[in-house]
């Protein structure tokens, strides 16, 4: 039998969203949503010079899962570029399909119960999502 979808960690991951409150005064912002399950998140982003992520803030509306991929991608986004998030993005979706092993970003292993779940896999792509337009809005910008 498989992990319980909705364990210990993965609540506490959910709960600690509130550690990355919006940030309004951000240069870089993104407003998506999962179309299945109508999760969505705002995501409020800073990056440096080279285009790495320097800081993150955010609000979330989605499932726990949702909320705990949310937390995970705040705790280390920072000093990435949009390469690294389209890659960190493509490979989650990968792991989702079948194909290969769990992603390489800390902490994902968490939510390795989801993948037996399609209809949770929007929510937990998206904070990824976001991450990515953030950043495609700073490309457009420079």
Do not use: K
């Not at 109508?38 to 800081?55: E, F, H, N």
């Not at 989702?96 to 989801?114: I, K, Q, R, S, V």
């Amino acid at each position: 039998m498989s992990a319980p979808l909705y364990n210990r960690d993965i609540l506490a991951l959910a709960v600690a969203t509130a550690e990355h409150l919006p940030r309004p005064a951000a240069r870089f912002h993104a407003s998506v949503r999962a179309p299945l399950c109508g999760s969505r998140i705002l995501l409020d982003l800073d990056a440096d010079a080279a285009g790495r992520v320097a800081d993150v803030g955010m609000h979330v509306e989605a499932c726990a899962l949702g909320q705990a991929a949310a937390t995970l991608l705040a705790r280390h986004v920072r000093g990435r570029t949009i390469a690294d998030m389209r890659g960190a993005r493509n490979a989650i979706a990968a792991w989702f399909a079948g194909e290969g092993e769990p992603p390489d970003w800390p902490g994902f292993d968490l939510l390795a119960p989801a993948r037996d779940y399609p209809a949770r896999h929007g929510a937990i792509l998206l904070p990824f999502d976001a991450a990515i337009a953030a950043l495609e809005a700073r490309v457009a910008a420079a």
